[in-house]
């Protein structure tokens, strides 16, 4: 079982209430989103393991069992074209769950894209990861969702 941690602090979403249909149908794979709180963050890796992709929008750390954890900063934000994104870490880079990734603010968004944070477990069956409570609020590196291998 893969444990994913909170990369971000900020309100816990169900993935079908996500406004792209890639993430709210699952196609990439199960998972929550988070709806940041204000102001600057540090987003921190989610899981213990390889940095396999890397974009100032989006990153990808394949967990030491194989589980691959995407986790994207907002939707459309790829048009910002690394616009208001710090990225902290190299791609191939090993990293600890906790390890702090892209420097973001949520505040350079324009009207047309969405703060919120879909994490996904890549590749994974989906609804197997449960919706969360109506008032789940996650904290960064605190348990977000598990996932079986």
Request: hydrophobic share 50%; net charge negative; aromatic share 4%.
């Amino acid at each position: 079982m893969t444990e994913v941690l909170a990369p971000l602090a900020g309100r816990v979403v169900a993935m079908s209430d996500v406004p792209d249909p890639v993430f709210s149908t699952e196609m990439v794979g199960p998972g929550l989103a988070i709806d940041p709180d204000p102001g600057e963050v540090t987003v921190v890796s989610p899981v213990a393991g390889r940095v396999v992709k890397v974009h100032p929008h989006a990153f990808v750390v394949l967990a030491d069992d194989g589980v691959g954890v995407l986790v994207h900063l907002g939707i459309d934000t790829v048009r910002l074209e690394g616009r208001g994104f710090e990225v902290l870490v190299e791609q191939g880079s090993t990293v600890e769950a906790g390890t702090p990734m892209v420097r973001w603010d949520p505040a350079a968004l324009t009207d047309a894209m969405s703060a919120l944070v879909p994490v996904v477990a890549m590749d994974r069956p989906k609804g197997s990861v449960a919706a969360p409570a109506d008032d789940a609020r996650a904290v960064a590196g605190d348990l977000l969702f598990t996932v079986t291998t």
